[in-house]
């Protein structure tokens, strides 16, 4: 049995309407967002480890370098791994 394909809800209002709410911030670091360093990312993981869900109010725009740390790691733990950078080298 083959799946339907559902019509993506991720539209272009979408996507301004969430960059707006986020003041072209990035969620993790609130550094600024443009075209060139913009990626879209899931607030909760998806996966059996956070159990995160593929829809509109579970994404967030973060910068490019910072995407895979929002991919594998929950906002805890990136809070964690951020105390630990700091006093390592602050």
Known sequence: ?????????FTTKFIREQLG???????????????YNTEAEHLIPLGKKHNGDH????????????????????????VDICKAIVKLHG
């Open 1 to 9: 049995m083959t799946r339907k394909k559902e019509k993506s809800k």
């Open 55 to 78: 829809l509109p109010e579970n994404i967030v725009f973060v910068r490019k370098e910072l995407k895979s740390l929002k991919r594998e790691c929950s906002m805890d733990e990136i």
């Open 21 to 35: 709410k986020q003041e072209f911030k990035c969620y993790l670091s609130g550094l600024p967002l443009d075209s």
